[in-house]
């Protein structure tokens, strides 16, 4: 056991070469330099070792039957797991063509027969040195990948809770909406995926865009923290109550917008802004803010528009005055065109079995 863990950190060279004596020699002098030779005759039998075993570097010899070192070496370039293994050509041909479709087939070097034994020696011992160092260098690329994608996850999070306690305080404000902030997040996620496999949007969706709406459309009714309550001691009336209603929207993203302005890194906050704008606008655009229609209106928008109308119209079960999830679905589709993006309505049919209402 204990010569198995010593022999496992020599190098292992593959030899192959289907002439006996050039096996031979390179195995000698490889094992004069203290590593570990393994040997092959053909480019089958290589393979075969190399499936057991990986090894450090390849002497491949280019003229050989069946199939020949360039062949072999350009599948195993082709091979993920055996691409970085460097290769080094042997053969007593050594025309600058010859070494010219070695380079260009991925070999690191080219050693000529007959075989000197400095010369060999140099140049295993070269690519060897460099063959570590590049495993070194991918490792400390892996764990830093690894420590980098920790910390942008932590800061994520970090990021995400800011906008799920202020998505908290909305709720808490309205309570006739209990789940309606998670609904129309889910909805939202759910109306992004599907529409992601449509050619009208493939370009404009990302996995990105994904993450990103479900997250900030919690927050499309932030704006209701400045609208006075039904608990409040003085509670607007009438004309004045509705203009502060249409009004949320946009002192939404003025809330929003004060936010980013002190953590402007947080990634869910710009398009958090587009919803709270817009989430009131309508496609043929008597919706408000006003003077914006059509696809002017933030993508984003127009995915949470139709999700937060869903829920609304569906609204809680057994309350006096809500709609079955048909007769909303159906109020969606007379919709179309005029309140809400066609494109995005024809998605929501195909995927109505799939969402959430309260």
């Known amino acids: ?46 393979a075969s070792l190399i499936s057991e075993c990986r090894p ?36 007593a041909a050594d025309s600058s063509e010859d070494k010219v479709r070695g380079f260009r087939l991925g070999a690191v070097d080219y050693i000529g027969k007959p075989f000197e034994v400095a010369e060999v020696t140099m140049r295993v011992n070269n690519h ?23 910390q942008a996850r932590r800061i994520e999070d970090e990021q995400k809770n800011i906008l799920y306690a202020l998505a908290a305080l909305t709720e808490q404000r309205d309570s ?21 496999f449509s050619p009208e949007f493939a370009e404009e969706i990302s996995e990105g865009f994904i993450n990103t709406i479900e997250v900030a459309s919690r927050l499309h009714d932030i704006g209701k ?40 890194e947080n990634s869910f906050l710009p398009m958090a802004i587009e919803i709270a704008r817009y989430h009131h606008a309508c496609w043929d655009g008597s919706g408000y803010p006003g003077g914006i229609s059509g696809k002017d209106i933030p993508l984003s928008a127009r995915i949470a528009i139709v999700a937060d109308n869903y829920d609304i119209l569906v609204g809680e079960e057994g309350r006096e005055g809500t709609c079955s999830p048909q007769e909303c679905i159906q109020m969606i589709k007379d919709g ?23």
């Not at 590049?134 to 990948?145: A, F, P």
């Not at 909406?177 to 599907?194: F, G, K």
């Not at 004309?239 to 953590?263: F, K, M, P, S």
């Open 225 to 264: 923290l400045r609208v006075p309550s039904d608990e409040d001691e003085e509670v607007v009336q009438g004309a004045q109550e509705d203009r502060q209603i249409r009004h949320h929207a946009e002192q939404g993203a003025e809330i929003l917008e004060r936010v980013y302005q002190n953590t402007p």
């Open 336 to 358: 179309s065109g005029v309140f809400f993006d066609p494109d995005i309505v024809s998605v929501f049919v195909k995927i109505k079995n799939r969402l959430r209402h309260s």
């Open 56 to 91: 450090q570097l390849i002497l491949l010899d280019v003229f050989m039957p069946e199939m020949d070192g360039y062949e072999f070496c350009e599948r195993l370039k082709d091979n993920p797991l055996t691409r970085d293994i460097p290769v080094i050509f042997i053969s």
């Open 128 to 150: 060897l040195k460099l063959y570590e160092m590049q495993q070194e260098l991918e490792m400390s690329n892996r764990r830093l990948h690894s420590v980098i994608s920790s």
């Open 1 to 46: 056991m204990e010569n198995m863990g010593k022999s496992a950190k020599i190098p292992q060279i593959l030899i192959v070469d289907d002439v006996d004596t050039n096996l031979l020699i390179l195995e000698n002098i490889i094992e004069g330099m203290g590593y570990i030779p393994r040997c092959a005759a053909s480019a089958a039998e290589a």
């Open 176 to 196: 006739d909406t209990a789940d309606h902030m998670e609904n129309v997040a889910y909805n939202c996620r759910m109306l992004a995926q599907s529409l992601q």
